[in-house]
């Protein structure tokens, strides 16, 4: 059975989160006709062509940048897993390997596909939420 720890719950910076992620999507869409897809945005900085470099470098430090500039504006931030670094890593591992298989992430099927009414990012995004759900209660109750 799972349980929510109310008093962590923090509808406020959520809210703020999500708008922020929806804005920086609208302004690289109308920028540069690019959907926000932070796999494919990485994965071109691997394969670099003629005029993308700095888009999307400077896109891939915004978001390294993010928790420092809450720390330096907000205040402490601090994350602990419960499974440990290793899970962190294999987890990471196994989300590049499931961008690759499904042709985009969550950030490019999930709030740029689905906000364009695609099909196929509806197909992608339900089977990634439900794969995860499953492994993660797998892994909360396995352990």
Not at 35 to 53: D, Y
Request: aromatic share 10%; with cysteine.
């Amino acid at each position: 059975m799972v349980s929510i720890n109310w008093d962590a719950f923090t509808p406020y910076p959520a809210l703020l989160g999500g708008l922020l992620i929806g804005l920086s999507a609208v302004i690289l869409i109308a920028a540069t006709g690019r959907v926000a897809g932070i796999s494919g945005i990485l994965g071109g900085l691997l394969k670099p062509q003629a005029n993308e470099t700095l888009w999307r470098a400077t896109f891939v430090l915004g978001l390294m940048a993010a928790p420092w500039l809450y720390t330096a504006t907000v205040g402490s931030f601090e994350f602990e897993s419960p499974r440990g670094t290793a899970a962190l890593i294999v987890a990471g591992l196994l989300v590049g390997y499931g961008t690759r298989l499904g042709s985009g992430c969550t950030s490019g099927h999930g709030v740029c596909g689905l906000s364009r009414l695609s099909p196929r990012s509806l197909v992608a995004t339900g089977v990634f939420m439900g794969v995860g759900f499953v492994f993660a209660s797998l892994v909360m109750h396995a352990v």
